[in-house]
């Protein structure tokens, strides 16, 4: 049975603080740790060194947060959205693909300034070094991926569609994740930061594109 649009209106809020606030609390929980080299810390190391493996199939699927990987997968949807919405006549068409852009653009200026005040060191796997915390190729991953999903949902028409498409972000975010713990380039709690700074940002977009998304030109034709 489809749900009143008072009743989701109403909902909407609650939902809403959950997404920003319970990544957010994670994040810094873990970042206290990571700074204070608490017992949280301590148990990041001994599950990296039963999960890392490093193998050719990691090295992959860790490559799917490079820069030259991820960027260009956006770059396309942002120019199908723009191309879309200015066709339709939207107004403000480009402002949907400015935002996404920006929140890519945002990811270095929070992720550096965060990797220079904990200072981690990484795994055995890599080079001795510090600033690995938390991780920018996940973050790069799921800001990407992301904002592509969240551009081209609303243009997609069917659910099976809009499943397909939420599926492959997962998939692919999850598998950078994956390569990044598996071949030794980060710590399990880096990646996992990392998806906690991403969820807030992506929640921040979703809720602009909500806003900016207006019914009449401005309105993509799916439902």
Same mark, same amino acid.
């Given at each position: 049975?489809?749900?009143?649009?008072?009743?989701?209106?109403?909902?909407?809020?609650?939902?809403?603080?959950?997404?920003?606030?319970?990544?957010?609390?994670?994040?810094?929980?873990?970042?206290?740790?990571?700074?204070?080299?608490?017992?949280?810390?301590?148990?990041?190391?001994?599950?990296?060194?039963v999960?890392?493996?490093?193998?050719?199939?990691?090295?992959?699927?860790?490559?799917?947060?490079?820069?030259p990987?991820?960027?260009?997968v956006?770059?396309?949807?942002?120019?199908?959205?723009?191309?879309?919405?200015?066709?339709a006549?939207?107004?403000?068409?480009?402002?949907?693909?400015? #935002?996404?852009?920006? /929140?890519?653009? %945002?990811?270095? @200026? *929070? $992720?550096?300034?965060?990797?220079?005040?904990t200072? +981690?060191? &990484?795994?055995?796997?890599?080079p001795?070094?510090?600033?690995?915390?938390?991780?920018?190729?996940?973050?790069t991953?799921?800001?990407?991926?992301?904002?592509?999903?969240?551009?081209l949902?609303?243009?997609?028409?069917?659910?099976? #569609?809009?499943?397909? /498409?939420?599926? %492959?972000?997962? @998939? *692919? $975010?999850?598998?950078?994740?994956?390569?990044?713990? +598996?071949? &030794?380039?980060?710590?399990?709690?880096?990646?996992?930061?990392?998806?906690?700074?991403?969820?807030?940002?992506?929640?921040s977009?979703?809720?602009?594109?909500?806003?900016?998304?207006?019914?009449?030109?401005?309105?993509?034709?799916?439902?």
């Amino acid at each position: 049975m489809p749900i009143p649009a008072n009743q989701e209106r109403a909902a909407l809020p609650g939902c809403v603080a959950v997404l920003l606030a319970l990544p957010a609390l994670l994040f810094a929980l873990i970042t206290w740790q990571v700074v204070a080299d608490g017992p949280l810390v301590r148990l990041d190391e001994r599950l990296s060194r039963v999960l890392v493996n490093p193998d050719r199939c990691s090295e992959l699927l860790a490559d799917l947060g490079n820069i030259p990987v991820a960027v260009p997968v956006l770059a396309v949807a942002l120019g199908y959205v723009a191309v879309r919405r200015r066709r339709a006549g939207a107004d403000r068409w480009w402002l949907p693909v400015a #935002a996404a852009a920006l /929140l890519l653009a %945002l990811v270095p @200026a *929070l $992720v550096v300034p965060l990797k220079e005040l904990t200072d +981690r060191p &990484g795994t055995p796997a890599v080079p001795p070094g510090t600033g690995y915390y938390p991780s920018g190729h996940t973050a790069t991953a799921a800001v990407a991926y992301g904002c592509a999903a969240l551009l081209l949902l609303p243009w997609l028409r069917t659910a099976l #569609a809009r499943r397909a /498409l939420i599926t %492959l972000c997962v @998939a *692919l $975010v999850l598998g950078a994740s994956y390569g990044l713990v +598996r071949r &030794g380039y980060h710590w399990p709690l880096d990646v996992v930061a990392s998806w906690c700074l991403c969820a807030v940002l992506l929640t921040s977009l979703w809720l602009f594109l909500r806003r900016v998304t207006t019914p009449g030109g401005s309105q993509p034709p799916g439902p």
